[in-house]
Nanobody, 129 residues
């Protein structure tokens, strides 16, 4: 059974940085696509960043140039380095793995978050002005 455990959230001031981690266990093979999503209260779930098994990354326009997705295969851990944080980055952040029925570069589009098989429990990020 695949398990994803999110950590690293917390509070930061605008302009600050945080690094989120997603520790995975139970994979029988490397997933084709893993990603970070976020959801603020009263808002729809939003794709943040995705990485495929070849290391190709995709970012939401709102985070390009500020956030970096990466993975450590040896540790089975996914990271999201978040720099130049803004109050609008405040949300619960979730990692997700194993996308079905779509290419990874489209993983952040529309409602495709529903096509991910596995989810972490989420970690809260709060950015103050």
């Amino acid at each position: 059974q695949v398990q994803l455990v999110d950590s690293g959230g917390g509070s930061a001031q605008a302009g600050g940085s945080l690094r989120l981690s997603c520790a995975a266990s139970g994979y029988t093979s490397s997933p084709d696509c893993i990603a970070w999503f976020r959801q603020a209260p009263g808002k729809a779930r939003e794709g943040v960043a995705a990485i495929d098994k070849h290391g190709i990354t995709t970012y939401a326009d709102s985070v390009k140039g500020r956030f970096t997705i990466s993975e450590d295969d040896a540790k089975n851990t996914l990271y999201l380095q978040m720099n130049s944080l803004k109050p609008e980055d405040t949300a619960m952040y979730y990692c997700a793995a194993e996308l079905f029925g779509a290419y990874c570069y489209r993983a952040l589009s529309g409602g495709l978050w529903q096509n991910f098989a596995y989810w972490g429990q989420g970690t809260q990020v709060t950015v103050s002005a």
